[in-house]
């Protein structure tokens, strides 16, 4: 299939500690196609961030090998990463956190200040530009995080746990936030997560990762359109497949 | 009904500093603190407790000033020390900043210097003085070095602190977009992170660098230090009393100007 955003191909992967070595991976293969959102879900410490950090280039696999078929535009960066916590810089204005990633593109700063507004408006928050982080709220910053990534507009956009931080009524908001935006750009998007509910309301997919080295223990499509009732996803056979699996 | 469904996210932190009544009394105790200091310090030679040659009243002072203002040996003095004060503070500080960050993002440079640290650093800068005049003689090049000496470790450790304190997670966000290079990193988030760290530690040698203007202007280097000495060899101490001042008023002044610059630069501190 050419249509392959993602190749991962007998990815391996060791935690080194202090007394013995923890498989984290071991070759794992996983394909994601092209404008697929797939979310991968597991209990903490099964390797869903390591997945992350290792497509982002912040990890380097031990073993095997992944391709990224990804554009490389100008003005672009392929990739880009949400992390659980925001991380905005907090000496930089909102609108410059958001410019972060289109330094050293070669953009003019007119260009680079544009991109960044249109991404702050993506996410509604055209009108804190001028603001410090701390006087953002947590949910803010959370999408000022996102706008940060957006800018860079990336073939791929990983997010880590993004909204895991957040009080409930925040994250359902931002849940559908990014509905709206993943439905206005068609992003592949691989967002980790140990939130059920929130993987089976967002994704195409669902990849359950479990075991010591890692394996996709389960691997299904969801076909519902959206918007999806959050009742009806919570209690779907999907989610008491998942969460047997995630029992065992 | 449970609905507990009120968004209460971004309420405003209220943090108005206790000001009014009570900071106004502070300011009329503080100066009403001076007035008696002054006014003791003033009663003591003039009822014949001490001799106004051990501790000249401040009345006399204005008039010392004054004479030292139209000889010109005020102004000469005062732009002597500034010169070796921002000579050596300029040197002892970049250095240091520089070395520091060096040592803080190179673990290999750490170690390399680990050994010459403990060797070097216990040495009081003054204990520099016989090599100063060796290398430099009596000169601005001698106690420029000699307040290079004062400050330059102070600024190191500030700097290994303040680089190896940065947040992990906050330069993996330059790795995760694209700022990969030491350089790329320094700028967009080592320098500005640790910013607040190695500017308290220039703060605080600009007060070390005063005391070691002092110390080798006593030598004999023209400047406030040498005046001083040179007034207290005639018993004017009146005179070595105004350079006292002029030394606390200049320090002062330093310690204004740099806390404006550092406010401005930190402007984004809550």
């Known amino acids: 299939m050419s249509n392959a955003a993602i190749t991962l191909d007998r990815l391996g992967l060791s935690f080194v500690g202090a007394d013995r070595v923890t498989p984290i991976f071991e070759a794992f293969d996983l394909r ?51 992390f659980q916590d925001s991380r905005l810089l907090p000496w930089r204005r909102i609108l410059a956190n958001v410019e972060l990633g289109l330094e050293g593109l070669g953009l003019s700063k007119q260009d680079r200040r544009k991109r960044a507004e249109d991404a702050l408006a993506l996410v509604g928050l055209a009108d804190q530009a001028g603001k410090w982080p701390h006087q953002l709220s947590g949910g803010q910053r959370q999408r000022v995080a996102l706008a940060r990534a957006l800018a860079v507009d990336p073939d791929l956009l990983l997010m880590d746990e993004p909204f895991a931080a957040l009080d409930a009524i925040t994250r359902r908001f931002l849940q559908d936030e990014l ?36 394996r996709a223990r389960l691997d299904r499509r969801i076909d519902a359109a959206h918007p999806r009732a959050r009742d009806a996803v919570a209690s779907s056979d999907l989610a008491q497949d998942i969460h047997r699996a995630l029992e065992v | 009904m449970t609905d507990a ?41 003039g009822f014949g407790l001490i001799s106004p040659l051990l501790l000249p009243p401040p009345s006399s002072l204005p008039g010392a000033f004054w004479r030292d203002l139209q000889s010109g040996a005020w102004h000469e003095a005062m732009f002597a020390s500034l010169s070796h004060y921002l000579l050596g503070l300029a040197l002892g500080s970049g250095l240091g900043v520089g070395l520091g960050v060096w040592a803080g993002v190179s673990p290999q440079f750490e170690a390399a210097t680990s050994y010459i640290v403990r060797i070097l650093r216990p040495i009081p800068g003054l204990a520099w003085v016989p090599f100063a005049i060796i290398w430099f003689g009596v000169s601005t090049g001698g106690a420029t070095f000699i307040v290079a000496v004062g400050v330059f470790w ?20 330059a790795d995760a977009f694209g700022h990969r290079s030491i350089r790329a990193k320094l700028a967009k988030i080592i320098l500005p992170a640790a910013a607040p760290g190695i500017l308290g530690g220039l703060r605080t040698g600009l007060g070390q660098a005063w005391m070691a203007v002092v110390a080798a202007e006593l030598f004999g280097v023209p400047g406030l230090g040498q005046r001083m000495m040179q007034a207290s060899s005639l018993l004017a101490t009146e005179i070595v009393v105004v350079y006292m001042l002029t030394i606390a008023a200049l320090y002062g002044l330093c310690d204004y100007l740099f806390v404006l610059w550092r406010d401005a630069l930190l402007k984004w501190k809550p």
């Open chain 1, 32 to 82: 994601v196609s092209r404008g697929e959102f797939v979310a991968i879900v597991g209990r903490s410490g099964v390797g869903k961030s390591t997945l992350l950090r290792i497509l982002a280039g912040l990890a380097k696999p031990s073993a095997g090998r992944f391709d990224l078929a990804l554009s490389d535009k100008k003005g672009t960066r392929p990739i880009a990463l949400v």
């Open chain 1, 179 to 214: 509905l709206r935006i993943r439905a206005a750009t068609g992003k592949t998007i691989l967002f980790v997560t140990h939130d059920v509910d929130e993987a089976l309301y967002l994704a195409d997919r669902v990849v359950l990762l479990a075991g010591s080295p890692a």
């Open chain 2, 154 to 173: 102070i600024n190191f450790f500030a700097a290994v602190a303040a680089v190896q304190a940065v947040d992990r997670d906050l330069i993996e966000v």
């Open chain 2, 5 to 45: 469904a009120l968004p209460s996210l971004s309420q405003t932190p209220s943090r108005s500093r206790a000001k009014g009544p009570w900071s106004l009394g502070k300011t009329a105790l503080g100066l009403a603190g001076l007035a008696i200091f002054l006014l003791l310090w003033e009663a003591a030679p």
